[in-house]
């Protein structure tokens, strides 16, 4: 869980300042109430769509939950909620680019490093197989487009090993230790 290894890193959650959902399904967006007073940045598009799908009488759908879509609503009445259209530098070095639609507003985050950029793919790649053999995710509203995002994550990218997937236990050998 993200609150255990931040513990480990003696951090708080309460001191984070910006939470970046790549969508917000319930395996990405599930620790979100940890980080009280943090700024959380979504797709306008993946918002819009929960709002859409969610009433009182459903709970959970297509991978999203109404409590999450809940506590994205108070985050947004508190003025924590940063919604991006498309792409987005948000700080220097970090940008925000609407991706390969595993849902509708997945997106992937560019961080500008002293060894060129490193993309987090978010589930627009799950597994490095599907960066190495630019293989489309299994879940995708369109696999051209998500096709397409691997293709610019790979123009992007420093190196291939530079794309980290949403899914691969490989990164947590890869990359054991933050420095």
Same mark, same amino acid.
């Given at each position: 869980?993200?609150?255990?290894k931040?513990e480990?890193l003696?951090?708080?959650p309460?001191?984070i300042?910006?939470?970046i959902? +790549?969508?917000?399904?319930?395996?990405?967006?599930g620790?979100?109430?940890s #980080? +009280?007073?943090?700024?959380?940045?979504?797709?306008q598009?993946? #918002?819009?769509?929960?709002r859409?799908?969610f009433?009182?009488?459903r709970?959970?759908t297509k991978g999203?939950?109404?409590?999450?879509?809940?506590l994205?609503?108070?985050i947004?009445?508190?003025?924590r909620?940063?919604l991006?259209?498309?792409?987005?530098q948000?700080f220097?070095?970090v940008?925000?680019?609407?991706?390969?639609?595993h849902?509708?507003g997945?997106? #992937?985050? +560019?961080?500008e490093?002293?060894?060129?950029n490193?993309?987090?793919?978010?589930?627009?790649?799950?597994m #490095?197989?599907n960066?190495q053999?630019?293989?489309?995710?299994?879940? +995708?509203i369109?696999?051209?487009?998500?096709?397409?995002?691997?293709r610019?994550m790979?123009?992007?990218a420093?190196s291939?090993?530079?794309?980290l997937?949403g899914?691969?236990p490989?990164?947590?050998?890869w990359?054991p230790?933050i420095?």
């Amino acid at each position: 869980k993200p609150q255990k290894k931040l513990e480990d890193l003696r951090i708080n959650p309460s001191d984070i300042t910006d939470v970046i959902l +790549t969508h917000a399904h319930w395996d990405h967006i599930g620790s979100l109430y940890s #980080y +009280t007073n943090a700024n959380v940045w979504i797709q306008q598009s993946e #918002y819009d769509f929960m709002r859409q799908i969610f009433d009182e009488s459903r709970k959970n759908t297509k991978g999203f939950r109404l409590k999450d879509f809940k506590l994205l609503q108070q985050i947004e009445k508190e003025g924590r909620l940063k919604l991006i259209n498309g792409e987005s530098q948000i700080f220097d070095g970090v940008t925000l680019t609407l991706g390969g639609m595993h849902t509708i507003g997945s997106q #992937y985050v +560019t961080l500008e490093t002293i060894d060129g950029n490193v993309i987090i793919a978010g589930d627009n790649a799950y597994m #490095y197989e599907n960066i190495q053999k630019h293989k489309p995710i299994g879940s +995708t509203i369109d696999v051209e487009a998500n096709l397409s995002t691997l293709r610019d994550m790979h123009k992007q990218a420093a190196s291939p090993f530079f794309i980290l997937p949403g899914h691969d236990p490989k990164i947590f050998r890869w990359f054991p230790e933050i420095q």
